[in-house]
């Protein structure tokens, strides 16, 4: 996938995709209008999972969140 930058004055946009959630609340997906997607689930909060995750190089400026397996079904398989 592409990332296609967001212009200054484009703010982040979000199309609903799905959810799992009987409520609808959480875990979600979302297609953004900058060619990503945006997930809303559970934040990682297991410190060996958090190590993990920093020795494979995620900074401390992002985080992790685990979503059901589930949830894929919302997201479109590109070529």
Do not use: W
Request: aromatic share 8%.
């Amino acid at each position: 996938m592409t990332l296609r930058p967001a212009q200054p004055e484009e703010a982040l946009a979000l199309e609903f995709l799905g959810t799992t959630s009987a409520g609808g609340n959480c875990p979600n997906a979302y297609r953004t209008n900058r060619g990503t997607y945006v997930v809303q689930g559970y934040r990682v909060t297991d410190e060996e999972a958090l190590r993990q995750l920093h020795e494979r190089g995620m900074p401390d400026t992002e985080t992790a969140v685990e979503i059901p397996a589930g949830l894929l079904k919302f997201f479109p398989r590109e070529a």
